[in-house]
């Protein structure tokens, strides 16, 4: 296994992104890895922040839940009919944040009282804690003999670099409560990013946030993506697609601004906050999608001229999912995208959230669209499957 470090040199161990360089068959190296991991570490505790939905972070859980079948999972709160079945098949522990009033719905006013929570977790016994971080999940106390690996989405975007968009949101008491608790909240983010081994991070993204907020280093480890669901259409259409929730940092009024210039034709599905807003904005030449069954967007994937990708996220699975459907990805140049999105070969960028970079962007995409290979797209695509996480997820794990 070739391991390359980000400043050329490995200067320390976990800096790595994991190359493929085996000699061994891939399937039967994971295999190796599986059976070395697992004999290792009996008893492993995997610590999440909330199972209230399906989303990206869960998904994630779900693929560790298959490399440790024997694992019990700790969070705050638990909505068993939102979430897997394979999820549900595990023991879900729960902290006292449950039991508070009304927890399942304003688990997120409970925010405070959750490094408490975390702390009052017992995991003596476990011989592996893992992280999947995104929320107050990594200040759990570990048995000092128990490897502690985090593995981030992102550190919490409402106490770092989100917290002034945060703010100005909040109402009146919230932005009192905001006031007096967050300091506190990031001193203790911070010193309990001391209570764990090994870090890894989402993305070069979130590789480069963690370094900054807690001054750790960290492997870059892309979270499974199940390319295979997705194919090929003969039928490709004019028109343009966006996936997404209509919140804001996702930036659906971006899109229908620039597409209501345009009149370039658009389908745009997610549900959110902003729907009804964007529905009244939008011109004719756009059409608005609440939820659309798995099969009906896979097929709106394999039959978009390009995929629009305005946000600014920490990864972002959506322009995976495009491009194994051999179509490209029209994505805004910052986070996750510049890991997944190659220019001239999966997409293009556009430079800056404003509706005149957006406009120029998609000049510059429809002039390049002749020259674009779907096979380039699938290939690129294919380094994002699941078996690619399970293999760098396990080495760190085994290398430390």
Known sequence: MQIAYRHGRPNHP??????????????????????????????????????????????????????????????????????????????VHTTFINRLPRANHLYKKYLPLMPMALEELDLRGFDLVISNETGPTKGVIPAPDALHACYTHSPMRYLWDHYADYRAAAGPLTKAVISMTFPALRRWDVTSAARVDRFMANSRFIQKRIEKYWRRDSAVVHPPVAVDDFGLSQNVLPRYLWVSQMIQYKRPDLVIDAFNQSGLPLLMVGDGDMFDQMAKRAR????????????????????????????????????????????????????????TVVPDVSGQFFTEQSVPSLLQGIEDFEKWLPDFDPQGAIDHADKFRPEHFDRNFLRVLLDA
């Open 284 to 339: 004719p030449n756009i059409e608005m999608v609440r939820r659309m069954p798995f099969d009906q967007l896979k097929r709106a994937y394999a039959e978009a001229r390009g995929l629009v990708f305005t946000a600014e996220e920490d990864f972002g699975i959506v322009p995976v999912e495009a491009m194994a459907s051999g179509r490209p990805v029209l994505a805004y140049a910052k986070g996750g995208a510049l890991d």
């Open 14 to 91: 976990f800096q790595a992104v994991i190359m493929k360089n085996d000699k061994k068959p891939e399937e039967l190296l994971r295999n190796e890895m599986i059976a070395q991991a697992r004999k290792r570490f009996p008893r492993v505790a995997i610590s999440y922040h909330w199972l209230v939905a399906m989303r990206g972070g869960e998904r994630v859980l779900e693929r560790m839940l298959d490399l440790f079948p024997q694992a019990e999972i700790f969070t705050h709160t638990y909505q068993p009919e939102k979430i897997s079945e394979k999820i549900r098949s595990h023991k």
